[in-house]
């Protein structure tokens, strides 16, 4: 069960009128490597993970769909007030045909979400690609600032990249909790 | 030496509609532990490293059932 507060995790102000910027932003939307196959891939892994691993999954999977939300605004913020026209010049016009002003999970490539790999139900394959997702996620957000020019919206982006280097760190720490012998004591 | 097999015993509710299964296995193959592989290590024979997949015993982590065997939890 989840609580909802009617806030975002980081505020989300966008400076420049550029509805292109959208285009990019949507690949952490819907893509691959994105906030929502995040969220779903690691609140799904949590049923078969050892249970000192499953509070983790929980907290980072429940934190994806905060990340999520704040690209909705910026997305949402970017094309609402475009005409059709401003759209289209964006790269946009197939959306609006499929989905108008809506926001919609796919890709900067317009391919609709695909959660790709997963789970696989064994815990060292699915935190290791938890670390591989983390790390791809981090240099998404990196080649979207190198193409956006809204320091406002960077400002944003370097938090959500922050993030990914920490949930990163996590999940390595958990591999490390997993290949623990077991009776044995924990040195730091 | 690092094991290739641990187990976890998960939450267990008493309203579960069937039977246990406790504990659970998971691997934690030697490359996990390896890290930078040193120089030297022990080999095997060329024809062992045909069968075996791997010319490094250190490497080498064969994958039995965890749950054929009578004694679970021990490995």
């Not at chain 1, 690949?27 to 891939?41: H, S």
């Not at chain 1, 080649?143 to 020019?149: K, P, R, T």
């Amino acid at each position: 069960m989840w609580y909802y507060e009617k806030k975002l995790q980081y505020p989300v102000r966008v400076g420049i009128c550029s509805p292109k910027l959208a285009k990019f932003l949507i690949e952490q939307y819907g893509g691959t490597d994105g906030e929502l196959a995040a969220a779903l891939r690691y609140l799904n892994q949590r049923y078969t993970i050892p249970s000192r691993v499953i509070g983790l999954l929980n907290d980072i999977g429940t934190e994806e769909f905060a990340h999520l939300e704040m690209i909705a605004t910026m997305v949402y913020k970017l094309t609402k007030d475009a005409t059709p026209e401003q759209l289209k010049e964006a790269g946009l016009g197939d959306h609006y045909v499929d989905h108008g002003k809506s926001v919609y999970y796919h890709n900067a490539a317009g391919q609709k979400f695909d959660m790709g790999l997963q789970s696989k139900g064994d815990p060292i394959a699915d935190l290791y690609e938890d670390i591989a997702a983390e790390e791809k996620a981090r240099s998404t957000y990196q080649w979207i600032i190198n193409l956006s020019d809204d320091p406002q919206i960077n400002d944003a982006l370097g938090f959500l990249r922050e993030r990914e280097n920490v949930h990163s760190q996590r999940f390595r720490e958990a591999v490390e909790l997993l290949k623990e012998e077991q009776g044995q004591k924990r040195v730091f | 030496m690092s094991t290739s097999r641990k187990w976890y015993a998960p939450y267990i509710s008493p309203l579960d509609p069937c039977p246990p299964l406790s504990p659970i296995a998971y691997e934690t193959p030697a490359q996990l532990y390896l890290g930078f592989q040193p120089q030297g290590l022990e080999q095997f024979s060329p024809f062992d490293a045909l069968v075996h997949g791997t010319l490094w015993p250190a490497l080498f982590t064969p994958y039995t059932n965890p749950y054929q065997s009578k004694k679970r939890g021990e490995f």
